[in-house]
């Protein structure tokens, strides 16, 4: 699982850092107001499980509830519009946005075919790929997609991840290029590879975490885990949330208990009750596992919805102070202030000046 995982040559914290500042057009103009944007290139024959798992990961992370509204997150399928590319399982998927503009996303995630089929795209597929590189975007590759990012000399002095069945096919195509098959995924400079099946889901949690909170991540978890009482899911609850140990079944309750109930925000001594513990007892669990108190916890969770709402659309701060469980505006703005180091106000004036990488 990813407790295998390294990161070469700095960590993926760095790289999210970057990610504004590398590009001009950055900030609001180029994500739309959401936190975490990928464009998705779909090679033909592409398993459908790469697919689902990053987009439906997405969509968890991306909205209130089970609502499934692209808003925190947003992603899209690139190629040629009107057209539709055929899966491994025979089923196929539309394009829903031309390749242009690379720098409007995080990231582009090329998800490989059969090895077959590498090279049965069209050259405006690679030549984006290399604007999108020029462009300073991270590249992920899933599954085969390594293999597409290695064949057009896009994995020169990096290393990527690889199925173990797939590890003599990249031996004999790329002799010179480092691989390991031991990690769900591994990320290394501008450059994410992906093993593919169920690590994808490993990776998309991740990205999700660095981008938009453990809170989002917790709830990509929780949607998307079936088993509550054991920690063997196929998904490891303790990297993906970022906490000590959180297959902790009352602390995921709670965090989604937190996220219901934003505008109103509930007593943790009532969270306690409703998730069967002490407030005591789940004082103690956030502890260990978040190093924050529920209340601290509930309220950067209230404080980012906040900012998001603030780069995301033209309410009024009081308005949003409202909405995000504060009783006045003046306790939202100290509040943000000492969360995020400016004010509301500030972030407003930064979004409508095109300055809004520098300050996050």
């Not at 956030?286 to 603030?310: K, S």
């Amino acid at each position: 699982m990813i407790e295998h995982l390294r990161h070469p040559q700095g960590a993926p914290e760095k790289l999210v850092a970057q990610l504004d500042q590398d590009r001009p057009g950055s900030g609001s103009q180029r994500k739309g107001g959401s936190e975490l944007s990928i464009g998705i290139l779909l090679w033909p024959r592409f398993p459908l499980l790469s697919l689902s798992g990053l987009t439906d990961a997405l969509r968890h992370a991306a909205d209130i509830g089970d609502q499934s509204r692209p808003i925190r997150c947003q992603w899209k399928v690139l190629g040629t519009p009107g057209q539709r590319v055929l899966s491994s399982s025979g089923l196929d998927v539309p394009v829903d946005s031309d390749l242009s503009h690379p720098e409007r996303f995080d990231y582009i995630a090329v998800i490989g075919g059969l090895m077959d089929t590498l090279d049965q795209v069209p050259k405006s597929y690679t030549a984006f790929l290399h604007q999108a590189a020029a462009a300073k975007v991270p590249l992920i590759g899933l599954c085969t997609g390594s293999f597409v990012l290695a064949r057009n000399g896009l994995m020169e002095g990096r290393t990527a991840c690889v199925h173990a069945y797939h590890g003599d096919d990249w031996k004999q195509r790329f002799p010179n290029l480092r691989f390991v098959t031991n990690s769900d995924f591994l990320i290394d400079k501008d450059r994410i590879t992906c093993a593919g099946g169920i690590s994808v889901l490993e990776l998309a949690i991740h990205l999700i975490g660095l981008h938009c909170g453990p809170d989002r991540a917790g709830k990509v978890v929780h949607q998307m885990t079936v088993a509550k009482n054991t920690s063997s899911s196929f998904v490891d609850r303790r990297k993906a949330l970022g906490y000590a140990s959180s297959s902790n079944r009352r602390l995921h309750e709670a965090v989604m208990l937190m996220e219901k109930h934003m505008a109103e925000p509930l007593e943790i001594e009532a969270i306690a009750q409703l998730v069967g513990t002490s407030k005591r007892q789940l004082e103690r669990i956030f502890v260990v596992e978040t190093r924050n108190t529920p209340a601290q916890f509930y309220r950067q969770v209230r404080l980012r919805f906040g900012r998001w709402l603030l780069v995301s659309s033209d309410r009024q701060i009081g308005e949003i102070a409202f909405e995000c469980g504060f009783a006045d505006a003046p306790h939202f703005i100290r509040q943000f202030q000492s969360a995020f180091g400016l004010s509301p106000g500030k972030l407003r004036r930064a979004l409508e000046k095109d300055e809004l990488a520098d300050l996050l």
